[in-house]
T-cell receptor, first 112, second 112 residues
Framework: SQQGEEDPQALSIQEGENATMNCSYK?????LQWYRQNSGRGLVHLIL?????REKHSGRLRVTLDTSKKSSSLLITASRAADTASYFC????????????FGRGTSLIVHP | NAGVTQTPKFQVLKTGQSMTLQCAQD?????MSWYRQDPGMGLRLIHY???????DQGEVPNGYNVSRSTTEDFPLRLLSAAPSQTSVYFC???????????FGPGTRLLVL
């Protein structure tokens, strides 16, 4: 079964607004990653946060991790139409195969 | 570097036919994996390999075989195609020490 589950499944916002996506997972993890997928393309890595980290930033991206709640959030600030894509969280489970498992994703649409 | 390459980009098969999806990477990555992506299901792990000569099953391995005779190549074989195997297939690779996965552009497979 899939380890991570994103919420919401779909998000529609206006350009300039912030977009927040959440990910919940089931078992202990070594790290959690966020990936982006443009329509019909392969996934591209955005950011990784380790289990001993609580917050991480990369440009307009902010990721938080709460291991006690087994959840993470991805915040995209000042969104742009080019941010329109699907976003997936992937977890690398402790003692696992070191191959991450993915959630079902959040589809983000940013209207110009 | 070409990164992760996949061939073909698109394939139509008849039920019962067999075929091999090719995946190659030129980054000397130890770990390689195959995922399938279906609408609303995210990415599900089919098989993975942590090095030449070593493979293991993922979440949905039935109907698929893999081998890893070289570090660069990780082909996925469909033994007897079924309509349920209609999907988009992604190959990914990473190093043993860095968790970031690099994805290929995908192969769209339609089984009639």
């Amino acid at each position: 079964s899939q380890q991570g589950e994103e919420d919401p499944q779909a998000l529609s916002i206006q350009e300039g607004e912030n977009a927040t996506m959440n990910c919940s997972y089931k078992t202990s993890i070594n790290n959690l990653q966020w990936y982006r997928q443009n329509s019909g393309r392969g996934l591209v890595h955005l950011i990784l946060i380790r289990s001993n980290e609580r917050e991480k930033h990369s440009g307009r991206l902010r990721v938080t991790l709460d291991t006690s709640k087994k959840s993470s959030s991805l915040l995209i600030t000042a969104s742009r139409a080019a941010d329109t894509a699907s976003y997936f969280c992937a977890t690398d489970a402790s003692g696992g195969s070191y191959i991450p498992t993915f959630g079902r994703g959040t589809s983000l649409i940013v209207h110009p | 570097n070409a990164g992760v390459t996949q061939t073909p980009k698109f394939q139509v098969l008849k039920t019962g036919q067999s075929m091999t999806l090719q995946c190659a990477q030129d980054m000397n990555h130890e770990y390689m994996s195959w995922y399938r992506q279906d609408p609303g299901m995210g990415l599900r792990l089919i098989h993975y390999s942590v090095g030449a000569g070593i493979t293991d099953q993922g979440e949905v391995p039935n109907g698929y075989n893999v081998s890893r005779s070289t570090t660069e190549d990780f082909p996925l074989r469909l033994l007897s195609a079924a309509p349920s195997q209609t999907s988009v297939y992604f190959c990914a690779s990473r190093t043993r020490t860095q968790e970031t996965q690099y994805f290929g552009p995908g192969t769209r497979l339609l089984v009639l």
